[in-house]
C-alpha cells in the first residue's frame, strides 16, 4: 500500500506545475511560445539574440544610474577622462563622504560586464575610495556624464566570429604614481 501511495500519484507533478505556473506568471514572467514549461521574463532589451549574433547591453540599468545620480539631463562628453589630467591622493585637499563616492563606484563596477570601454577609467578612480577628495568626485561624474552620451553602447557577438584568447599579459610594473605598486 504504500508503494502505491507515493508511486501511484500521477496527478502531483501536474499539480506541482500548475502552482508554479501561476506564481511566475503572477511575478511578470510568460510562457515560451514553443516550450510551455519555459519561463521567460523581459526587463527591457539587455540582451538581443537573433539568428547571426548576440548583442549585450545594459542601457537600462545604465540610464537607472543616470537618475540614481541626477545625471539625466547632463551635458554629455566626448570622452572619460581629462587628457592629462594627473589624480592622486591628495593629503591636503579636504576629504568628501566616501559612502556617496562609493556608491558611485560600485554602480560603474556593475557596467563593465558589458561596457568594457569604461574599465580603464572606473578602475583608475576606484583607487581613491578609502579618502576621495572632490576632484576624485569631479572625475567620476565625468564618466556619468560620457554614459549619458553613449548609453546605449555594449558588446556585440557576431555567430561567424572566432574570438579565441590564448593569454594575455598586461604588465604595469610600478603603474600607481601614488605607491608605485601596480
Known amino acids: 500500500k504504500l508503494k502505491k501511495a507515493l508511486y501511484g500519484l500521477k496527478q502531483a507533478p501536474r ?6 505556473s501561476s506564481f511566475l506568471l503572477s511575478q511578470d514572467f510568460s510562457k515560451g511560445s514553443v516550450d510551455p ?3 521567460i521574463r523581459r526587463n527591457g532589451n539587455d540582451l538581443l539574440l537573433n539568428p547571426r549574433s548576440i548583442f549585450i547591453n545594459q542601457s537600462i540599468y545604465a540610464l537607472e544610474s543616470l537618475k540614481k545620480y541626477s545625471f ?7 570622452t572619460l577622462m581629462v587628457e592629462k589630467s594627473k589624480l592622486d591622493e591628495d593629503k591636503e ?3 568628501v563622504d566616501p559612502s556617496h563616492y562609493h556608491g558611485m563606484i560600485d554602480t560603474l563596477l556593475y557596467l563593465i560586464a558589458s561596457r568594457p570601454d569604461l574599465q580603464f577609467a572606473i578602475c583608475m578612480f576606484a583607487r581613491y575610495q578609502a579618502r576621495p577628495t572632490e576632484k576624485h568626485v569631479h572625475a567620476v561624474k565625468r564618466i556619468f556624464q560620457y554614459l549619458r552620451k553613449t548609453v546605449n553602447r555594449g558588446l556585440w557577438y557576431p555567430k561567424d566570429s572566432s574570438v579565441a584568447l590564448t ?7 610600478t603603474g600607481c604614481q601614488d605607491t608605485r605598486r601596480f
Do not use: Q, R
Open 93 to 95: 585637499e579636504k576629504a
Open 167 to 173: 593569454a594575455f599579459a598586461d604588465a604595469d610594473h
Open 37 to 39: 514549461t519555459l519561463f
Open 72 to 78: 539625466e539631463s547632463c551635458d554629455p562628453v566626448d
Open 15 to 20: 499539480a506541482w506545475y500548475d502552482m508554479l
